[in-house]
């Protein structure tokens, strides 16, 4: 649901309210609490003498009071009576100022309370309302912004979107979920603290399997329609602010755009950072401090208890903050993946050509999946840049109150180890471009073989595909296993830096004479191990910098490419005479090249009028369409346009979804126009065959769809859109002639007749009715004006026209010549007739079972909603996980090591503290050298142990991420092309790139610290409970109770972190699709449209992993609730025993360790690990695709020569394309004799293409038998099949590269023998005119090439081929009547001996076959010598040339 001024404003007057009442709330609470203070310091000063101290304290109450009371009235006055709601900049920065002094105070009084000052109990009192009072009070603050003005102010643009959007969304980009916003928007505080906001989703969870529609919506503040637009208007305000840079956006400044459309969320995770930071350091600083009193026979108990309840509030205020930093860190994070997948599509849908060319869609796929996603994971390590300093100097500052100068050698020693990272940085950032740069070659390949695997697997060609992206994957996992052991080093380095610094510091304070106490010990220890925490975050954190600062380079690079540059002048709508004028236009694809793509082009276009573009094949043709949409690139002149203008592309661009939204694409409904156009672009039929009509769901680039169909629903897109010019780029080619002939009269003649249309035509019989001609060679229009005008005043039309009437004089041979003049000369009233007949005819043939039962669900749909799996991930797949690599012999020695490395740490921590004296007026038990030599050993042994461990997990994790890369890559490419067809490539690639990327580095680091979790828990808890068995009688049902909100909170967890994989895939998609349909979409001015689904789409994967954040953190709140009541627990029960029981040093220990006691690390790494393992999950279930038929078969016993002769069997042929689908091929019976030409003709769906893909055995028949020269096709290999037979498909494919790999990517031939192949497909002088000759570059699916040039690279392959079976799937559709009629030359004089079956719509590349095969629905209607067929007037075929004719003729 779009954002709208009605139903935001009540939204943001009650979030004001929420924030308004708690800051009021606040100030009143601390204005009252503050004067009942000053009455009961009165009263005490009153009752005993004034001392400096209580007069002080008394003026401090008065003005506390006195300044909270105005702050109240002052916010009631703001919110009552001004329209100005607002908490100003300098009431913010107060009320962080007054939160950060309170924590200053009481950590102030706690010191001088140590010292054993006395100070006044209501000093405590007023620390603690103020610190609780004003974090209320900051909350309100920093959050209580200007959401009426601001909100509003950003949606503003966003509000003036039109509401007729809702048609081309494919169903991605509904609203979805309900309307149901996220409790969290309307949470009071108490919810938002405890995360009981998440407790109806999670209940929910519980009790079913979520799916996305039970996901609430995100609030509006962070939609992503909010989201982007406030990082829009920051980008463009930088913009305006620079001029001097021409608007290019560099690394730098995206970072800065990106901090400050966040600046609030990171001022609040700043503030939380710096409290948690503080409460973490109350534990080592009071530590000695305890460990005193416990040793202490004449302590006060109160000071015990107080002891105690500060060591709890430390650890709640920690809980507290970290779990709020942690769930904003992750929203921040969801809200920088929003903005640049908005930046990044939009830039997509505005690229100029020249950027595409040099932008693969592998590249753009790795931005999207990889570097969007690393860089809003830096979110979570953005304050680390300075906390981590903050960190090392409190560790420091509580060194040196223990350990006196010796924390100075501490310090030398942890800047030395961190001084190891620039060169480690360093190295780092060099592996990590290399990877992603490795990564973007091998996700281009293998996006490419993707989108071209029909061809792959028709020619044979898939394995040798596959071999060059495993090539590429070796290539890549060379950086790889770089990058993990130098990560692997830098782990083990600053892991060790603990034990290394404290065992130099206790060396250096025994070498100085430095007294060693158990109290300083502790508090050392203590401090080293809270030091582990930002020493071990610091590897991390350099190598997210490192990483992160890559991703931004490579999105600021594209950012920078160029735009689609505005070249078409609009001429005002009342100069209503011309629709199109060029003068003088010079036109460039390569405007580096010297050579120009077209030249001196002047024409003028008025409104009405018809101009059809004619020419050989890399004349310009397209190129000139592309001019007028404003594609190609200028070097000068001018293009005028004045309307509207839609177009139909050469290549379709078909958008995967319903058949109706393709047609609609954004339009209203309009049901009589509608019916209208599906008439005029005969899918009336079409749609009846299809189970769901035109709700039918259209596979990836209208994978489902034969080349006629997706031409005709371009057509009719078209036609829709209602435009004032139609640019149509040689439509008429992918369609039969009957079709070709009604669309011509019914839209070019009939809706379009009224309009400015521009056709690209091959076909000469439809040039007489326009009323201009341009005629095209090498880039210029070299004649230009009526059909009877130009025949006569130059050579290239008249060479057009001539080839045509050459190839109708084959109509008019002896053979044919009386039963073509029976038919010629007939009246024009039975042509009508018959032809209508015809059509009759084809109903009554069809069969009963060919009618389909609509189903109302989506069951039958090609492409279903990706699967995923339910409930946790199973066992199986850790178990498979683990075994992949060396059988999983290296699980237990990784385990071992890791114990191993927790026991020496445990008995180092007990030696120092058993060995050393509780006071110095005791005596040591060791010598001092013994002492530090032990320790030493220990130390050693640990970091030898932490070694081992890492370098077994890097090497089995490698070894596991390519054994998974490789077996999912071999069962993709082995599988039907069935599965192609219902999986969109943005799932597979989802899985190449994301999900291979988490297996190859995050899962086994994740593993790593798990391991350190659960062996640290267990040691934590044998710690504490060593000192008193009757422990465990808590730490039991605290157990139980943290697995039992584990287990309840993992049913919903895990469906959320699937969902959002789930919808990640559709964005990947949506982004690849329309950058290929680009300029379509702006030709029909969709690209609001677009960005608004784009929207939603990301809307869509924001919903569950934001409630996955929430859920987490619910979790980890009540995780340490529960530890930290345990641990007071255990310290109430340790100040409890008497003194004798146990040395004080031990219990102190305990208390050392019961600092880091948490379940909630341990949970926390297994989620993430869980979370990750979905990875796993998702690549074995494509390593489970159901595999074709075996490639090879040893037992055929093929001989190399087979086939020798081409015969071909076809023995009561059944095909369907799936079980339930209807048959297609109904009992068909032929046979082709070795060495014949067999043209096969038939409507849309008779079956032409089905035969074709049984004879590849891209499907398997039903029943019945092909055997070609004696042998059963489906006896033998794949490979063996589709190696010896040839095709030339009806939509020509060049793959990225040379020419060379294009037409040999089998390296089986010599250059003579490829030069011979282009010299007889016509291309052997534009091959020799380029400069790089056979090495001339190939760009993306062969842009840089014609269409026409692609389909004769198409038949150069087959030429070097030279198989004893050749088929031809309209491979001449592309290509002018004179290069047909040469290449049909070709194709006889070279393959005179092979058997070649042509499927055609040109009737003139039929008639010189020896045999013509009629299909109809599935049957053979007609199967005779073209010459007999049409001496019989009421055959099908003499009808379909007599169409043929009569077009002609007309």
């Keep these: 649901m779009m954002p709208t001024l009605e139903n935001s404003k009540p939204w943001l007057k009650n979030t004001y309210f929420l924030y308004y009442w708690s800051a009021f709330i606040s100030c009143i609470g601390l204005s009252l609490c503050d004067l009942l203070l000053c009455l009961l310091n009165y009263l005490s000063g009153y009752r005993h003498d004034w001392s400096d101290q209580k007069f002080v304290a008394q003026l401090d109450f008065a003005f506390r009071a006195l300044t909270w009371f105005v702050i109240s009235a002052y916010l009631h006055i703001q919110f009552s009576h001004s329209s100005e709601r607002k908490f100003p900049t300098v009431l913010r920065i107060w009320c962080a100022f007054y939160f950060l002094m309170s924590c200053s105070y009481l950590f102030i009084h706690l010191g001088l309370y140590w010292k054993q000052l006395c100070l006044p109990f209501l000093l405590w009192v007023s620390d603690i309302v103020s610190i609780i009072a004003t974090l209320f009070f900051c909350y309100a603050g920093l959050f209580g912004r200007e959401q009426e003005g601001e909100e509003i102010h950003i949606l503003d643009p966003l509000l003036k979107i039109s509401p007729s959007r809702n048609n081309g969304d494919n169903?991605?980009?509904?609203?979805?979920?309900?309307?149901?916003?996220?409790?969290?928007?309307?949470?009071?505080?108490?919810?938002?603290?405890?995360?009981?906001?998440?407790?109806?989703?999670?209940?929910?969870?519980?009790?079913?399997?979520?799916?996305?529609?039970?996901?609430?919506?995100?609030?509006?503040?962070?939609?992503?329609?909010?989201?982007?637009?406030?990082?829009?208007?920051?980008?463009?305000?930088?913009?305006?602010?620079?001029?001097?840079?021409?608007?290019?956006v560099s690394t730098l400044k995206l970072g800065k755009i990106l901090i400050l459309s966040m600046w609030k969320e990171i001022v609040w995770t700043a503030l939380y950072s710096i409290?948690?930071?503080?409460?973490?350091?109350?534990?080592?600083?009071?530590?000695?401090?305890?460990?005193?009193?416990?040793?202490?026979?004449?302590?006060?108990?109160?000071?015990?208890?107080?002891?105690?309840?500060?060591?709890?509030?430390?650890?709640?205020?920690?809980?507290?903050?970290?779990?709020?930093?942690?769930?904003?860190?992750?929203?921040?994070?969801?809200?920088?993946?929003?903005?640049?997948?908005?930046?990044?599509?939009?830039?997509?849908?505005?690229?100029?050509?020249?950027?595409?060319?040099?932008?693969?869609?592998?590249?753009?796929?790795?931005?999207?999946?990889?570097?969007?996603?690393?860089?809003?994971?830096?979110?979570?390590?953005?304050?680390?840049i300075w906390i981590v300093p903050l960190q090392f100097i409190l560790a420091f500052l509580i060194l040196y109150k223990s350990l006196g100068l010796a924390s100075l050698v501490a310090f030398v020693s942890t800047v030395i180890l961190l001084s190891a990272n620039v060169p480690l940085g360093r190295l780092q950032e060099r592996y990590q471009v290399g990877l992603m740069d490795s990564k973007d070659r091998r996700m281009k390949v293998t996006s490419e073989a993707l989108r071209n695997i029909k061809i792959l697997k028709l020619q044979g060609w898939e394995m040798k595909f596959l071999a060059k992206i495993i090539e590429l994957r070796t290539f890549e996992t060379r950086w790889l296993k770089k990058l993990l052991y130098t990560l692997t080093m830098t782990s083990f380095v600053y892991l060790s830096a603990p034990m290394f610094v404290s065992m130099v510091t206790f060396a250096f304070c025994i070498l100085m004479g430095i007294p060693l106490e158990s109290g300083n010990i502790l508090?050392?220890?203590?401090?080293?191990?809270?030091?582990?925490?930002?020493?071990?975050?610091?590897?991390?954190?350099i190598s997210m910098v490192v990483q992160t600062k890559v991703s931004l380079d490579r999105l600021a690079s594209f950012i920078n490419l160029d735009d689609h540059p505005n070249i078409v002048q609009k001429i005002p709508r009342d100069s209503v005479e011309v629709a199109v004028e060029m003068v003088k236009g010079n036109f460039s694809w390569d405007l580096d090249s010297p050579n120009l793509t077209l030249k001196d082009l002047n024409f003028r276009v008025y409104h009405g009028m018809r101009v059809a573009i004619c020419g050989s094949i890399g004349s310009g043709k397209s190129s000139l369409l592309s001019c007028i949409l404003g594609?190609?690139?200028?070097?000068?002149?001018?293009?005028?346009?004045?309307?509207?203008?839609?177009?139909?592309?050469?290549?379709?661009?078909?958008?995967?979804?319903?058949?109706?939204?393709?047609?609609?694409?954004?339009k209203e409904m309009d049901i009589e126009k509608y019916e209208m156009i599906l008439e005029a672009c005969s899918l009336k039929k079409d749609l009846e065959l299809c189970a769901f009509g035109d709700q039918t769901i259209i596979g990836e680039r209208g994978i489902n769809l034969s080349g006629g169909q997706k031409q005709r629903i371009q057509i009719a897109r078209a036609l829709y859109y209602d435009a004032d010019i139609y640019l149509l780029d040689d439509p008429f080619s992918a369609v039969d002639a009957h079709t070709g002939t009604h669309l011509f009269k019914e839209c070019l003649l009939g809706l379009m007749g009224s309009k400015t249309v521009i056709y690209v035509t091959h076909q000469v019989e439809f040039l007489s009715s326009a009323d201009l001609i341009l005629v095209m060679r090498n880039g210029r229009i070299t004649q230009a004006g009526k059909y009877d005008e130009i025949l006569s005043s130059g050579t290239d039309f008249m060479e057009i026209v001539d080839a045509h009437k050459k190839a109708l004089a084959s109509l008019n041979s002896v053979k044919r010549g009386t039963c073509l003049d029976n038919i010629t000369n007939g009246k024009e009233d039975s042509i009508i007739i018959c032809s209508e007949k015809s059509i009759q005819d084809d109903k009554e043939i069809e069969p009963e079972n060919y009618k389909i039962e609509k189903p109302v669900g989506s069951e039958g749909q090609l492409v279903q909603e990706e699967k995923r799996e339910n409930g946790g991930v199973s066992i199986s797949v850790y178990w498979k996980y683990f075994t992949t690599a060396y059988k999983g012999a290296f699980v237990p020695l990784i385990l071992l090591a890791q114990i191993l490395f927790q026991l020496l740490l445990i008995v180092s921590s007990y030696w120092m503290v058993l060995a050393t004296p509780v006071s110095r007026d005791m005596r040591s038990y060791v010598r001092e050298s013994t002492l530090i030599c032990v320790y030493v050993a220990l130390t050693l042994g640990s970091s030898l142990c932490i070694l081992i461990r890492s370098m077994l997990t890097v090497t089995v994790g490698y070894k596991t991420a390519t054994t998974l890369f490789n077996k999912m890559h071999f069962c993709i490419f082995r599988a039907p092309l069935s599965v192609f067809d219902s999986t969109p490539s943005g799932r597979i690639l989802n899985r190449a790139s994301i999900d291979q990327s988490a297996i190859d580095t995050s899962i086994p680091h994740q593993i790593e610290e798990l391991l350190i979790s659960i062996i640290g828990f267990i040691g934590t808890a044998a710690v504490m409970?060593?000192?008193?068995?009757?422990?465990?009688?808590?730490?039991?049902?605290?157990?139980?109770?943290?697995?039992?909100?584990?287990?309840?909170?993992?049913?919903?967890?895990?469906?959320?972190?699937?969902?959002?994989?789930?919808?990640?895939?559709?964005?990947?998609?949506?982004?690849?699709?329309?950058?290929?349909?680009?300029?379509?979409?702006?030709?029909?001015?969709?690209?609001?449209?677009?960005?608004?689904?784009?929207?939603?789409?990301?809307?869509?994967?924001?919903?569950?992993?934001?409630?996955?954040?929430?859920?987490?953190?619910?979790?980890?709140?009540?995780?340490?609730?529960?530890?930290?009541?345990?641990?007071?627990?255990?310290?109430?029960?340790?100040?409890?025993?008497?003194?004798?029981?146990?040395?004080?040093?031990?219990?102190?220990?305990?208390?050392?360790?019961?600092?880091?006691?948490?379940?909630?690390?341990?949970?926390?790494?297994?989620?993430?690990?869980?979370?990750?393992?979905?990875?796993?999950?998702?690549?074995?279930?494509?390593?489970?695709?159901?595999?074709?038929?075996?490639?090879?078969?040893?037992?055929?016993?093929?001989?190399?020569?087979?086939?020798?002769?081409?015969?071909?069997?076809?023995?009561?042929?059944?095909?369907?394309?799936?079980?339930?689908?209807?048959?297609?091929?109904?009992?068909?019976?032929?046979?082709?004799?070795?060495?014949?030409?067999?043209?096969?003709?038939?409507?849309?769906?008779?079956?032409?293409?089905?035969?074709?893909?049984?004879?590849?055995?891209?499907?398997?028949?039903?029943?019945?038998?092909?055997?070609?020269?004696?042998?059963?096709?489906?006896?033998?290999?794949?490979?063996?099949?589709?190696?010896?037979?040839?095709i030339i498909p009806q939509e020509p494919t060049m793959f990225e590269g040379t020419l060379r790999n294009n037409l040999d990517p089998l390296e089986e031939y010599t250059d003579e023998q490829i030069w011979e192949a282009l010299d007889k497909c016509q291309l052997g002088d534009e091959v020799r005119n380029k400069e790089g000759k056979l090495d001339s570059t190939v760009t993306e699916n062969g842009e840089n090439w014609s269409m026409g040039q692609r389909q004769l690279v198409s038949l150069g392959r087959v030429l070097l081929k030279r198989s004893k079976v050749l088929i031809l799937d309209e491979a001449t559709a592309s290509v002018d009547t004179k290069t047909d009629y040469l290449i049909q030359q070709t194709l006889r004089e070279h393959f005179s001996g092979s058997t070649v079956i042509t499927i055609a719509h040109?009737?003139?590349?039929?008639?010189?076959?020896?045999?013509?095969?009629?299909?109809?629905?599935?049957?053979?209607?007609?199967?005779?010598?073209?010459?007999?067929l049409l001496e019989i007037k009421s055959s099908s075929f003499a009808k379909l040339v007599q169409e043929y004719i009569q077009r002609c003729g007309s």
């Design 1402 to 1428: 040109r009737i003139t590349s039929i008639l010189d076959t020896d045999m013509v095969l009629l299909l109809d629905n599935g049957i053979v209607l007609e199967y005779d010598a073209p010459t007999k």
């Design 1025 to 1286: 409970s060593q000192v008193a068995w009757q422990m465990l009688i808590v730490f039991i049902p605290m157990i139980a109770a943290c697995i039992w909100y584990q287990k309840y909170y993992i049913a919903a967890a895990q469906e959320l972190s699937r969902l959002a994989r789930v919808c990640q895939a559709p964005i990947i998609q949506h982004f690849a699709e329309s950058s290929l349909g680009s300029t379509t979409i702006r030709c029909f001015d969709q690209e609001e449209r677009f960005m608004d689904t784009n929207l939603k789409l990301v809307d869509r994967y924001s919903r569950p992993k934001f409630h996955l954040s929430g859920a987490m953190e619910w979790l980890f709140f009540r995780m340490d609730i529960l530890t930290s009541i345990t641990y007071v627990i255990s310290l109430v029960f340790l100040i409890s025993m008497p003194k004798e029981v146990l040395k004080p040093g031990v219990m102190g220990l305990a208390v050392t360790y019961g600092l880091r006691f948490s379940m909630h690390a341990v949970i926390w790494d297994l989620s993430i690990l869980e979370n990750k393992m979905i990875s796993v999950e998702r690549m074995l279930q494509y390593t489970c695709i159901p595999s074709e038929p075996p490639l090879l078969i040893e037992e055929s016993g093929l001989g190399h020569e087979w086939p020798s002769q081409g015969k071909v069997d076809i023995i009561d042929l059944k095909v369907r394309y799936a079980p339930h689908h209807p048959l297609v091929l109904q009992g068909l019976t032929c046979t082709f004799p070795g060495g014949m030409k067999i043209g096969i003709v038939g409507r849309t769906g008779s079956g032409k293409s089905t035969l074709v893909q049984t004879l590849f055995r891209v499907l398997e028949p039903a029943a019945g038998q092909i055997w070609i020269d004696g042998i059963n096709i489906s006896k033998i290999g794949l490979h063996d099949l589709r190696s010896r037979l040839s």
């Design 523 to 541: 508090s050392a220890i203590a401090t080293f191990e809270i030091l582990q925490g930002p020493i071990y975050i610091l590897p991390d954190l």
């Design 275 to 384: 409290v948690c930071t503080m409460a973490s350091y109350v534990g080592p600083y009071l530590i000695k401090a305890f460990v005193q009193y416990l040793n202490s026979r004449h302590q006060l108990k109160y000071k015990g208890y107080m002891l105690v309840f500060i060591f709890f509030l430390s650890k709640l205020i920690r809980c507290l903050s970290d779990r709020h930093l942690s769930f904003l860190l992750r929203k921040m994070a969801i809200k920088v993946r929003v903005a640049l997948f908005a930046i990044i599509y939009k830039k997509g849908l505005r690229l100029s050509s020249q950027s595409k060319q040099g932008h693969t869609s592998g590249e753009n796929t790795n931005l999207i999946s990889v570097d969007i996603e690393r860089t809003g994971l830096f979110s979570w390590y953005l304050h680390d």
């Design 171 to 248: 169903g991605q980009g509904s609203s979805v979920g309900g309307e149901s916003v996220t409790p969290y928007a309307n949470a009071n505080l108490l919810s938002i603290f405890t995360f009981s906001w998440m407790d109806p989703l999670l209940a929910l969870g519980y009790k079913k399997t979520l799916e996305l529609e039970d996901v609430p919506q995100l609030a509006k503040c962070d939609s992503a329609n909010v989201v982007f637009a406030r990082f829009r208007e920051k980008l463009e305000c930088d913009a305006c602010g620079d001029n001097g840079n021409g608007g290019q």
């Design 631 to 666: 594609e190609v690139p200028k070097v000068s002149g001018t293009i005028k346009l004045n309307g509207t203008k839609a177009y139909v592309a050469q290549s379709p661009w078909i958008q995967s979804g319903k058949i109706v939204d393709n047609i609609l694409f954004g």
